[in-house]
């Protein structure tokens, strides 16, 4: 930091100090000894703030040296708002590592629970049905309030005359309209084996978690509604309303950050080859029918917004790019 100049009147100080924040020249005002000095906080601004002060001297009533007073003020405020920002990410990005899940993942947290608690209030425990390897099935109280609220919209199951099971149900518009907003979101929270609720959860806890603390909480839910949204609403229109479970989400999450790896690889977020060869072999193993009834569509639909919502912004730089070129 080098003296550039002092002043007697601290008006004319202000205004030079003004108009060299404006143009980008950063500097420091200091009273001493009665006088008001003004300091070059960096040496190579040196010679570019001599020649303003050099035209400064000539005509300090100049009315741009008043105006850039309030622009200098104006850039402060700016920047004061930005440093808080800055100091407010810091704060919570301490938080998220400190290790505590409420501070760390707690929407994943919050999620997992609602899950399990789904399937523990929604089972008929004293009628258990058995499931994949003999295992309890869950989700199986169809005559339980809350389980009918949480379906995508309201369906029958009856017999037609060939003996056959059919159901019924309509479009899920016309519940949405009278309030239950929730109905195409809700399904996520629907599991019907054991093995299917500890399969996404697994995937919750150790996939979603790390997005929800790269990315944040808010930023996390947006990501999960929206996923939850299209995969529910794909598969509502590909199968009916009868389906359930998080695995659109888990699909979304693990195409999110796969392409987060590629196109943003400083975020902090990516997915190992072996978890992403995984996940393309329980893709194509459930389409083939090796788990019996899948929500294949919500699956393949869930990765596909995944990746999109991955790679935006790269999408977006490039289409921009094109457009310019």
């Keep these: 930091m080098r003296e550039l100049t002092a002043f007697q009147d601290k008006k004319n100080a202000e205004r030079l100090v003004g108009y060299l924040i404006t143009k980008l020249i950063p500097v420091q005002l200091e009273e001493e000894h009665g006088q008001w000095v003004v300091w070059v906080i960096n040496d190579d601004d040196r010679d570019a703030a001599r020649q303003i002060l050099e035209i400064f001297q000539r005509n300090p009533e100049d009315s741009r040296y008043d105006a850039a007073i309030e622009q200098a003020r104006e850039l402060a405020r700016q920047d004061e708002a930005v440093q808080k920002k800055i100091r407010r990410r810091q704060v919570d990005m301490t938080k998220r590592w400190s290790g505590h899940w409420w501070y760390a993942h707690p929407a994943t947290n919050i999620l997992i629970a609602i899950s399990l608690l789904v399937a523990i209030v929604c089972t008929d425990w004293k009628h258990m049905e058995p499931g994949m ?55 996520i929270f629907l599991h019907f084996g054991v093995l299917h609720i500890l399969f996404n959860m697994m995937w919750m806890k150790q996939l979603a978690s790390s997005v929800e603390s790269v990315k944040g909480t808010r930023r996390f839910l947006v990501l999960v509604f929206l996923i939850a949204l299209i995969s529910n609403l794909a598969e509502f229109y590909w199968s009916g309303p009868k389906f359930g479970g998080m695995s659109g989400v888990v699909f979304g999450m693990i195409g999110y950050v796969w392409m987060q790896g590629k196109t943003q690889p400083r975020e902090g977020l990516a997915l190992p080859q072996e978890i992403l060869v995984f996940a393309f072999l329980w893709l194509f193993l459930c389409m083939g ?37």
């Excluded at 369906?155 to 239950?180: C, K, S, T």
């Excluded at 935006?312 to 790019?321: D, G, I, N, V």
Aim: hydrophobic share 45%; with cysteine.
């Design 289 to 325: 029918g090796a788990f019996g009834h899948i929500a294949n569509a919500a699956h393949l639909v869930g990765f596909g917004v995944g990746i999109l919502l991955g790679a935006r912004q790269a999408l977006w730089k490039s289409a921009m790019h094109r457009l310019r070129s």
């Design 133 to 187: 390897l003999g295992l309890p099935a869950l989700c199986t109280n169809q005559d339980f309030v809350l389980l009918r609220h949480l379906y995508v919209t309201d369906f029958e199951i009856y017999v037609n005359h060939d003996g056959n099971q059919m159901i019924r149900y309509a479009p899920p518009w016309p519940a949405v309209l009278r309030g239950e907003i929730w109905r195409p979101i809700t399904p």
